[in-house]
Structures are given as C-alpha cells and as structure tokens.
C-alpha cells in the first residue's frame, strides 16, 4: 500500500466514524477481559440489535484506557463528546445507551448510570500528558483501518517512501527522543 491508499483507507474510516451516532469503545486489556469486558460487550451488541440500531451504533474493543482497577471500561463517543464509564457489567449496557439515545428515557437513563461515570479530573488523568500513547483507548488493535484513522503508520510510511536511510537517521538525531531505539541506529 502505498502513501495515497493508506489515506484513503483512513479518510474512508473517519467517514464510517462520523456518520455512527454513537461509538462504543469497550476496554479490551487484560486487567478489563478478566472483570468481564467480553460480557459487556455482547451485552451492548445484544442491545444494540434489540434496538435495530447496528448500522447507526459501532460497538469495537480498544487497547488498555488507563485505570485497570476501574474495569471494565466503556466510553461512550457522540460527535465531539466522549464520556468514559467505569466498573461496567453487561446489565448497565441499556441504561448507558438510554442515557444517549433516548430524550424520553435519557433523565432516568443517566441517574442510573451516573454512579458509573469517570470523571475525567481524576488524578490518574489530569496528571497525565499523553503523547506516544495519545490514542490509546481509542484503536481497536485488530482492525488496520482503526490505526490508519488515528493517523497510525503515517510516519512510516514517510520513511520508506519520502526518505533516504541518512534522513531518517537524522530525524531521529533531531527529535530528542531518547531510548533503546536510538542504540540500532548508531548515531
């Protein structure tokens, strides 16, 4: 694949993204799958069919969130708006989606769910600058076209295909950053 598939491949994936009304992004680390991840996904997918909702609702599992002791996670995307739920079982599943979808239901909806809210001023992320790791939570690690929309492989593909072998040395040397990678390149 070269440079112009890859981005077309990513351009069609934010599309998809955009058009979803919600993504379910449901924690998929091991701390996560062993409180139950697995469950609570199927729960959200059994309700999302009840709904008759498949095409409108895009329900994939994500790298680690951050706070393992807090699973199973589930974030919750609608448009800009992102909100992260903690210590899920699969029977909050049709609450968190009332409390998104449905304007009648949505005032019960969110009291039943509001306990299960992480707020997002917590120290384990307010401390926390991501920068390698911005994305993760984000990325469902079996699907190519998740990372290609995240901008995944992008410098990559730069390399192989804009650079010399002594350019990307060199842009490695000028990017300060520090590591067992830099030993390979024997700058």
Do not use: W
Request: proline share 4%; glycine share 6%.
């Amino acid at each position: 694949m070269n440079s112009q598939e890859l981005s077309q491949v990513a351009q069609a994936e934010m599309e998809k993204r955009r058009s979803a009304l919600l993504r379910v992004l449901i924690c998929y680390s091991t701390p996560c799958l062993s409180a139950g991840a697995e469950a609570v996904r199927a729960a959200f997918v059994k309700e999302i069919k009840k709904r008759d909702a498949s095409a409108q609702i895009q329900v994939s599992g994500t790298g680690c969130m951050g706070p393992c002791s807090r699973g199973p996670l589930v974030t919750i995307q609608q448009g800009d708006h992102e909100t992260v739920y903690e210590r899920v079982a699969p029977e909050l599943a049709s609450s968190i989606l009332a409390a998104h979808l449905d304007a009648g239901a949505a005032a019960h909806a969110r009291t039943a769910v509001d306990e299960f809210r992480l707020d997002p001023s917590i120290a384990f992320f307010s401390k926390q600058q991501k920068v390698v790791l911005s994305n993760c939570g984000q990325i469902d690690p079996e699907r190519l076209e998740d990372a290609l929309a995240q901008g995944g492989y992008a410098a990559l593909s730069r390399v192989l295909q804009e650079m010399t072998p002594e350019q990307a040395c060199e842009e490695i040397r000028n990017s300060g950053l520090r590591g067992r990678g830099l030993s390979l390149i024997h700058i």
